[in-house]
T-cell receptor, first 111, second 119 residues
Framework: AQSVTQLDSHVSVSEGTPVLLRCNYS??????LFWYVQHPNKGLQLLLK??????LVKGINGFEAEFKKSETSFHLTKPSAHMSDAAEYFC?????????FGAGTRLFVKA | ETGVTQSPTHLIKTRGQQVTLRCSSQ?????VSWYQQALGQGPQFIFQ???????GRGNFPPRFSGLQFPNYSSELNVNALELDDSALYLC??????????????????FGPGTRLTVL
């Protein structure tokens, strides 16, 4: 069965410091994995997607994620946080006919 | 902007009523999925429609139903509204390529959502 666990409900960083948002998943098959961002009162925006091509996936706005099958992880990183990165981030696992969202991680960025 | 539109943006209903939410897919997409996002939670998968047929369903009761039209737009219908149905309802469109395996799906592009309040 599919499941997604975002290990931190809240992460707080200072502007200019690295960001790490952690995600573990389980799947019976070879799923697609995604990270989406949701700004307040906005729709969900795709950050990046893994579909078994390269294990290190680069996304928009400087974000990237590394797929580690042995650890069943798909952590999201960014070298330097910007104030505009403050938002809710969702890790998503998708198999044929079903998509599961994690509970979300709220990222706070301090000036 | 994803090209996925939803209407209305906000809606207020009372318990026991019925509601219809609408979604217009991104051009070229053949699949629509619906999600319920309660306040402070991640979206929960309701169901998916592919070529006008329900193609997968999450853990939602039958009073949640849907339609997909030949132009791939979609409706979500909820009967006998309950207070707990208050949420943001999101639709997402994608291009589903059916394969014999159970691998991943194509990227879903989300609309801005409809905020439903049940009083």
């Amino acid at each position: 069965a599919q499941s997604v666990t975002q290990l931190d409900s809240h992460v707080s960083v200072s502007e200019g410091t690295p960001v790490l948002l952690r995600c573990n998943y389980s799947s019976s098959y070879s799923p697609s994995l995604f990270w989406y961002v949701q700004h307040p009162n906005k729709g969900l925006q795709l950050l990046l997607k893994y579909t078994s091509a390269a294990t290190l996936v680069k996304g928009i706005n400087g974000f990237e994620a590394e797929f580690k099958k042995s650890e069943t992880s798909f952590h999201l990183t960014k070298p330097s946080a910007h104030m505009s990165d403050a938002a809710e981030y969702f890790c998503v696992v998708s198999e044929y006919l079903k998509t599961i969202f994690g509970a979300g991680t709220r990222l706070f960025v301090k000036a | 902007e994803t090209g996925v539109t939803q209407s209305p943006t906000h809606l207020i209903k009372t318990r026991g009523q019925q509601v219809t939410l609408r979604c217009s897919s991104q051009s070229g997409h053949n699949t629509v999925s619906w999600y319920q996002q309660a306040l402070g939670q991640g979206p929960q998968f309701i169901f998916q429609y592919y070529r006008e047929e329900e193609n997968g369903r999450g853990n939602f009761p039958p009073r949640f139903s849907g339609l997909q039209f030949p132009n791939y737009s979609s409706e979500l219908n909820v009967n006998a509204l309950e207070l707990d149905d208050s949420a943001l309802y999101l639709c997402a469109s994608s291009l589903l390529a059916k394969t014999s395996g159970r691998g991943g799906t194509d990227t879903q592009y989300f609309g801005p959502g409809t905020r439903l309040t049940v009083l």
